[in-house]
């Protein structure tokens, strides 16, 4: 059932039919979350509050956008709060993105090495530039989602991508990164 069908059946009183958003786009966005957030206990709790939030102001959603991109917006306000008021209570924000990197069998020694040089290098990427790229690459959203997810103009959307990539593509260069096997990683680090 597409999202839009199950939200005008929530909206109708069959609540239940929420459960269908909840499991669709529930690991996603821990995903997601996981590249802003550092505790895992955090990250849980921050995307149950965002579908609770999406629940309760569903009436509030309209077709214009994908579902997807308004419930990562969402995820993103409540996340950027969480941080918010544990720099304001005084302990340490979480500066780095955590990277998901789970190699898989068939990579070899050299492309794990180069991946984890990837990885290193995408965490010294400004916050902006990093959420863009995971979510073009690993989420696969569009300009327009990107843009409502945070925020901000398809125009600077466009700008952080081209940005993002070329700033990664001098830190790798600085670090003598090998293009071959190296483009296959960073492409496997940006999507996975």
């Known amino acids: 059932m597409e ?3 199950i939200i005008r059946q929530v909206l109708a ?7 269908g958003l909840v499991q669709r ?10 590249r802003i957030l550092g505790s895992e206990d955090e990250i849980l709790d921050c995307a149950q509050d965002a579908f609770l939030a999406a629940y309760r102001n ?8 994908p579902f997807r991109a ?3 917006a969402i995820a993103r306000n409540k996340a950027l709060d969480l941080l918010r008021k544990r720099r304001r209570a005084g ?6 993105t955590i990277v998901d990197h789970q190699p898989g069998p068939e990579e070899v020694s050299l492309a794990n090495e180069q991946a984890s040089m990837l990885s290193e290098v995408l965490n010294e990427l400004p916050e902006h530039y990093k959420q863009a790229l995971y979510l073009r690459y690993h989420q696969e959203l569009t300009y327009e989602e ?3 997810v945070l925020q901000i103009p398809v125009s600077r959307v466009k700008t952080y991508l081209h940005r993002g990539k070329e700033k990664l593509r001098q830190h790798l260069e600085r670090r003598d990164f090998h293009e071959g096997v190296g483009q296959r990683a960073m492409d496997s680090t940006i999507s996975g």
């Open 3 to 5: 999202d839009a069908e």
């Open 13 to 19: 009183g069959h609540h239940e039919q929420f459960a």
């Open 25 to 34: 786009y529930q690991e996603p966005l821990i995903h997601f979350l996981r």
């Open 58 to 65: 569903l009436f509030r959603y309209t077709e214009e956008h």
């Open 70 to 72: 308004w419930l990562y």
């Open 91 to 96: 302990s340490q924000p979480l500066d780095e």
């Open 146 to 148: 990107i843009a409502l």
